[in-house]
């Protein structure tokens, strides 16, 4: 990091916008408060320093509060402090935690994609046995692939929902290196570092609206669903008899379907199934017809999703 006084001169960056060909309209100060509450009001007085940096520190416990991440806050703090000394400032601290954030990312993706080419196979592999160029083992083994897909596609569905705990820890990483400038009389970049720290809180800090929430419940609800299905699908699987009756891969969807629908261990998740989308026209069917088309929809989907 430059001394204060000898910055060393930025290299050209293109951006698209220019802040000089935007469009502008005259403003004017606001009322000045009679206490400063270390947010800038818009008025003739700006907030302390110290005010401001009080502020962001309270916003950074409120969110890790009320968000309910782990460890409690002292904990937390204690450990970006551990990993910035390691990383010695902000931006690379931000740069490590972001490239992680990609790479989990990457193996969600990577685990979702071996997961449909398993649930493939499986289902090639019954057309196999059908026509006599297969045997019982493979069969097994096909099944039990798709069983351990699921289950590393498990492992990366809890990696991937990190971030905004990520997101407030790079937070406290700017906000202690903009202590450090303050402290060292280096205003102008404690007030940068604190523009820094507050992107990433509105990240972690930003209110979902209404339709957002449902959006992302009716996801949950849906997967929950989902793995139920093909965890009922698996098991009625390993119990249909090859024989000249398999004409195909959308026979056999059906086939399990209909297995599902006449077990009455699964009536709930039936229901559950029909109650998910309440528009869909296909849910007035009987329940075999309407999961044996969900099943084949499912399939498609997985099918597209590897070959792009």
């Known amino acids: 990091m430059s001394e204060r006084g000898k910055r ?6 293109y951006l698209p916008l220019k802040s000089s060909s935007q469009k502008l309209v005259s403003t004017t100060y606001a009322p000045t408060r009679s206490r400063d509450t270390g947010r800038y009001d818009s008025s003739e007085r700006l907030p302390d320093i110290e005010a401001l940096f009080d502020r ?5 416990q409120h969110i890790h509060d009320t968000r309910k991440f782990s460890p ?12 910035l000394k390691e990383k010695r400032n902000a ?17 969600y993706k990577i685990a979702q994609e071996e997961l449909a080419k398993a649930w493939e196979k499986m289902i090639r592999t019954e057309h196999e046995m059908h026509i006599g160029v297969t045997d019982t083992e493979r069969r097994v083994t096909a099944h039990d692939a798709v069983t351990q897909a699921q289950v590393e596609r498990d492992k990366t569905v809890t990696a991937v929902s990190l971030p905004l705990s990520i ?35 509105g990240i972690v800090h930003s209110p979902r609206t209404e339709s957002e929430a449902k959006s992302k419940a009716g996801r949950q609800s849906g997967k929950a669903i989902r793995d139920a299905i093909a965890a009922a699908a698996l098991e009625v699987m390993r119990e249909i008899k090859v024989d000249r009756s398999l004409q195909g891969p959308d026979f056999l969807l059906g086939k399990t379907a209909h297995l599902i629908s006449i077990n009455p261990a699964y009536s709930g998740l039936l229901e559950a199934l029909g109650n998910l989308n309440p528009n869909d026209t296909s849910a007035q069917w009987n329940a075999s017809d309407h999961l044996a088309q969900k099943l084949r929809s499912w399939v498609q989907k997985k099918r597209l999703r590897t070959k792009s």
Do not use: M
Request: proline share 3%; charged share 25%; with cysteine.
């Open 56 to 60: 962001t520190l309270n916003q950074i």
């Open 8 to 13: 060393t001169p930025a290299r050209p960056f």
């Open 72 to 83: 409690k806050f002292d904990h937390f703090w204690s450990s970006v402090c551990d990993n």
């Open 91 to 107: 931006s690379a601290y931000a740069k490590w935690r972001q490239d992680a954030s990609i790479r989990r990312k990457r193996r």
């Open 167 to 201: 997101a407030l820890e790079i937070a406290i990483a700017y906000w202690i290196e903009g202590q450090n400038a303050y402290l060292s009389n280096d205003t102008l970049r404690a007030l940068h570092c604190l523009i820094e720290a507050h992107f990433f809180l």
